[in-house]
């Protein structure tokens, strides 16, 4: 691991914001915020056990899933955070159907920001590493409060996207388009300290590969091809945790592919793009790997709607060039 020095979030962000002349630390308070708020769902997750705030919350999200009562701690926490600091013109959750205005008493300003505030939440009762992710754009509406428009941008003209792992340590990575950063949580002081500076996507020598082979029957031919492949390797293991957040931090540390194709029971795929998809993409290429749909950049993809689903292909650009190349010609 490089040689690091002690240096906290907040100070990483702020010198990430200074290499933009016209910024005005609103960038800077956005991510701070959200470092806030992971500390917060950091505290909780952590406790999950002890506090009779794990299991069903008796009602279903937006998606139709059991919400874990931790889902919807881990939304408050992050709209609360965000919800009074004059820097955000809207917001967007996997938690909530239509976009979230911010309230007539705050004031608003240029930027938006996407997330799934518990990604995973289903491993929450059994103790498996779950996750938060992010994603932050400009307003391109010119409303002053937010609209749909401002949400559903294509993942390119992302600025800035992360993600926050709850697991043996809570991480939180983030890219501000100039490298990736990883910092642990250190509970004792309440700071998250650069632990992994300029992450960059290792070519492994042992190819790890990464989804829930159970749908092997359901998979198109292409998938199947690639998966066939990968298995006659001698190099080759397979990882899989069922928890997003979890396979693609692996996945960017130790190199290989996660994916979660299309599939004959879903057409789409499961993952979501707009604030699931697209903030690990941007990160994933700013460490030098790749992120695909199956037939293209992910980033590329233009959302027609808020909670849409993508197939995604993330992981080392050698191996997602491979896969697409077996989907060649699927439609
Ligand atoms: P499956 C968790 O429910 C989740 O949304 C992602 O975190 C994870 O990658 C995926 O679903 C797992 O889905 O079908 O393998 O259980």
């Not at 707009?274 to 993409?281: G, H, I, Q, R, T």
């Not at 849409?308 to 190349?325: D, H, K, M, N």
Request: glycine share 10%; proline share 4%; hydrophobic share 40%.
């Amino acid at each position: 691991m490089n040689e690091t020095h002690l240096v906290t979030i907040d100070r990483h962000i702020i010198d990430e914001e200074r290499r933009f002349p016209d910024a005005r630390g609103a960038f800077s308070n956005i991510l701070t915020d959200m470092a806030l708020a992971a500390k917060v769902i950091s505290r909780e997750v952590n406790m999950a056990g002890l506090l009779d705030i794990v299991g069903q919350a008796g009602h279903r999200n937006v998606q139709g899933e059991q919400v874990q009562k931790l889902d919807v701690f881990a939304q408050n926490v992050i709209y609360r955070a965000m919800d009074h600091n004059g820097h955000l013109a809207c917001m967007a959750s996997e938690e909530v159907e239509d976009i979230i205005p911010i309230p007539e008493k705050f004031p608003t300003g240029d930027y938006v920001l996407v997330f799934d505030p518990l990604d995973g939440s289903s491993n929450i009762d059994v103790n498996v590493s779950i996750g938060t992710i992010f994603g932050l754009y400009r307003k391109v509406s010119g409303q002053a409060r937010g609209t749909l428009e401002d949400c559903l941008q294509s993942g390119v003209r992302q600025i800035a996207a992360g993600y926050v792992v709850y697991g043996s340590s809570t991480m939180m990575v983030y890219t501000a388009g100039a490298g990736v950063h990883g910092f642990t949580l250190d509970p004792s002081i309440g700071e998250f300290i650069l632990s992994h500076p300029d992450i960059r996507v290792p070519e492994a020598e042992i190819t790890l590969y990464s989804t829930n082979e159970a749908y092997y029957h359901r998979w198109t031919p292409g998938v199947r091809a690639f998966v066939d492949g990968l298995r006659t390797r001698e190099d080759c293991s397979a990882r899989y945790v069922g928890s997003l957040v979890t396979d693609v931090h692996r996945t960017l540390l130790r190199g290989g592919i996660f994916f979660y194709p299309r599939d004959s029971r879903s057409p789409d795929g499961k993952l979501r793009l707009v604030y699931e998809a697209n903030p690990l993409a941007m990160i994933m290429e700013q460490a030098g790997g790749r992120a695909s749909h199956g037939a293209g950049r992910v980033l590329e993809l233009t959302p027609t709607s808020l909670h849409q689903r993508t197939p995604l292909f993330i992981g080392s650009a050698r191996l997602v060039e491979e896969v697409e190349a077996c989907l060649a010609g699927e439609s």
